[in-house]
């Protein structure tokens, strides 16, 4: 037996409805499925994301490990083929998969040591940047969500956003971000990208120093990956040093990794009308910063 962790039952009810209510009532099942099926003992109390819940166990030959159970859909759909396109090289090793259910059996990194936890802010974002810079070397497999469909979508949605933007200079900031991802929509590029490399998707273990985890991949530019580190424990006055050290690393073009940082400043504006939300003001000011940075 498990305990379901309440704030991932909540998260599921919250962001899938019926069919997150599913697959909580058969998570008890198919975490004894599984268990049973990759031969796995339990080995420690559960831990859980927003849409994830995640087992310590061990495998048969006593090798630590975790197990993620997850509702199936079109991110999670994708994790498993970014991990075995990356192997363990700059990423958790995948270990085990099952494509029905998107059940994965991971490497066990060290959940105490998270980047978040590094009291130097500037030396995460080099952690984080460095991490991408080798990750968004591989090129990202068939089959993958593609910006530029994501992007081409996020373009014609935007007219119907802004009708609904009543604060003058917010709906500014998001048609010039609009304005900025048209210049660069037909280059979106082809590489591998994480899409969710924040410093909570970080951890350290014994086989290297950090390892990234979670990824919601995606075809596409590597500037599109900055945006979560600007945001990480933000600090107005920093977001330009983070982004020049991040571009400085990944050895970007700083124009188009600013069109498409505010192309992700865009898909959260999107999901923020879409949800009847207000805009985030931490987000925008992102925004008006980079606006001001001379290139």
């Keep these: ?135 968004t070397s591989f090129p990202a497999p068939a089959g993958l969500r593609r910006l530029g469909d994501i992007a081409q979508a996020m373009l014609e949605q935007t007219p119907w956003a802004l009708e609904r933007i009543a604060d003058p200079e917010a709906r500014r900031i998001v048609a010039d971000c609009a304005a900025a991802v048209r210049e660069v929509v037909d280059e979106p590029g082809d590489r591998l990208l994480h899409w969710d490399l924040h410093d909570e998707n970080v951890l350290a273990s014994e086989r290297a120093p950090w390892l990234a985890l979670d990824p919601k991949p995606l075809a596409g530019d590597p500037g599109f990956e900055l945006w979560p580190a600007l945001d990480n424990r933000f600090d107005a006055d920093d977001v330009c040093w983070r982004f020049d050290a991040m571009t400085d690393v990944l050895r970007l073009d700083r124009a188009r990794a600013r069109a498409w940082t505010y192309g992700r400043l865009l898909q959260n504006c999107l999901w923020d009308v879409e949800d009847s939300r207000p805009l985030e003001e931490r987000q925008l000011e992102i925004a008006r910063r980079l606006g001001d940075r001379a290139l």
Aim: proline share 6%; glycine share 6%; aromatic share 4%.
């Design 1 to 135: 037996m498990i305990d379901i962790p309440q704030e991932l039952a909540a998260s599921q009810q919250e962001y899938n409805g019926e069919a997150g209510r599913a697959f909580i009532a058969g998570l008890p099942a198919l975490t004894a499925d599984f268990l049973d099926r990759w031969e796995l003992t339990l080995d420690g109390p559960p831990m859980h994301g927003v849409s994830a819940l995640v087992l310590p166990v061990l495998r048969q030959d006593a090798t630590p490990a975790v197990l993620k159970l997850q509702l199936l859909d079109e991110e999670s759909e994708g994790e498993p083929v970014a991990l075995r396109a990356w192997d363990g090289d700059g990423a958790v090793r995948l270990l085990d998969h099952d494509a029905t259910t998107g059940t994965m059996l991971l490497e066990r990194l060290d959940s105490s040591r998270m980047l978040a936890h590094l009291p130097d802010v500037h030396e995460s974002v080099l952690v984080i940047a460095r991490l991408l810079a080798h990750l």
